[in-house]
């Protein structure tokens, strides 16, 4: 099974820090995704990544960005936390042919103080 | 542009019984992939089920079945003998078979299912 994990469960920040959440997957997948999921809106995708150095942005990318130097590794950064994006960010990972699915990390809460 | 609605925030059932979850999608497109995740509380999301367009046979996984009429654009949710473990929230989600994309997924808002002894 593929193992998609997140550096940390829980993130308390303050206002205007620069906040990075980092996720590792370890089946050689070369898509990777990141999520912000808020209560009635579902998930929303910020970026996402289909090769190393190569990343798109999602529906939601402003205040963020990413970094994937490494096919295991995607980074989300945010650059300056703001109150709005207090939430739930989740990872996801997927193999490169049409219809696979994606598999999750557990998820980073983060609140931005 | 593409869009899933869950139209239930809430679902409850009772243990051994069968429920139907909803979601509907919106697409210009004639290829793609329909999935269920499930998330249980403070815990990972997994893939429920899977449903490509082009096969007219619904899928089925164990107490896990959908029902997908493409027509109408409507792709629901039935569990039967409905299990404690099933408590969680359900999402629904498309992905356009452009292989480009990179396998991008658009989710429903999700239905919370509460599943009581």
């Known amino acids: 099974d593929v193992k998609v994990t997140q550096s940390s469960r829980y993130l308390v920040k303050r206002t205007g820090e620069k906040v990075f959440l980092e996720c590792v997957q370890d089946?050689?997948?070369?898509?990777m995704f990141w999520y912000r999921q808020d209560p009635g809106l579902g998930l929303r995708l910020i970026y996402f990544?289909?090769?190393?150095?190569?990343?798109e942005k999602g529906d939601i990318p402003e205040g963020y960005s990413v970094s994937r130097e490494k096919k295991e590794r995607f980074s989300l950064i945010l650059e300056s936390a703001s109150t709005n994006q207090t939430s739930m960010y989740l990872c996801?990972?997927?193999?490169?042919?049409?219809?696979?699915?994606?598999?999750f990390g557990p998820g980073t809460r983060l609140t931005v103080t | 542009a593409q869009t899933v609605t869950q139209s239930q925030p809430e679902m409850s059932v009772q243990e051994a019984e069968t429920v139907t979850l909803s979601c509907t999608y919106d697409?210009?497109?004639?290829?793609?992939?329909l999935f269920w995740y499930k998330q249980p509380p403070s815990r990972q999301m997994i893939l429920v089920i899977r449903?490509?367009?082009?096969?007219?046979q619904n899928a089925t996984e164990n107490r896990f079945s959908v029902n997908f009429q493409k027509a109408a654009k409507s792709f629901s949710l039935k569990i039967s003998d409905s299990q404690l473990g099933d408590t969680a929230m359900y999402f629904c989600?498309?992905?356009?078979?452009?292989?480009?994309?990179?396998?991008?997924?658009?989710f429903g808002q999700g239905t919370e299912l509460s599943v009581k002894p």
């Open positions: 996801a990972s997927s193999l490169v042919g049409t219809g696979d699915f994606q598999s």
């Open positions: 089946m050689d997948h070369e898509n």
């Open positions: 990544s289909y090769d190393v150095k190569m990343k």
């Open positions: 697409t210009s497109e004639n290829n793609y992939y």
């Open positions: 449903q490509e367009a082009y096969k007219q």
């Open positions: 989600a498309f992905m356009p078979y452009l292989y480009n994309q990179g396998g991008k997924l658009i």
